[in-house]
């Protein structure tokens, strides 16, 4: 019923810049929330930023000052940019959403995420 569609990682240098996109698509009544959230090799996903009802936002100590996230809500679609890339950054990065979809007459809630979009950081 809904999907996300990552774009924008790659290969960035330690110091730089790089911006993460995350559009949400399908039959949906109301994002409540949507995050970016990364694993890298051996390690459990973790929690990069949350943008949820009211904007309100959370972010891991890790990024915290480094990395913005922002939404646009007239296109679903959530945001994260990184400053200040750190090589413990490298990641694959994946996007999540939450939220309620229609279906016909019906409702129902999603939880979705994304395929992932590889983040790194190498000189």
């Known amino acids: 019923q809904v999907q996300l569609v990552e774009s924008g990682g790659g290969l960035v240098q330690p110091g730089g810049s790089l911006r993460l996109s995350c559009a949400a698509a399908?039959?949906?009544?109301?994002?409540?929330?949507m995050g970016w959230y990364r694993q890298a090799p051996g390690k459990r996903r973790e929690v990069v930023a949350v943008?949820?009802?009211?904007?309100?936002?959370d972010y891991s100590d890790s990024v915290k000052g480094r990395f913005t996230i922002s939404r646009d809500n007239s296109k679903n679609t959530v945001y994260l940019q990184m400053n200040s890339a750190r090589y413990e950054d490298t990641a694959v990065y994946y996007c999540?959403?939450?939220?309620?979809?229609?279906?016909?007459?019906?409702?129902?809630?999603?939880?979705?995420w994304g395929q992932g979009t590889q983040v790194t950081v190498s000189s």
């Open positions: 943008l949820g009802s009211g904007n309100s936002t």
């Open positions: 999540n959403a939450e939220g309620t979809y229609y279906s016909g007459e019906d409702v129902g809630i999603f939880g979705v």
């Open positions: 399908g039959n949906i009544f109301y994002i409540n929330s």
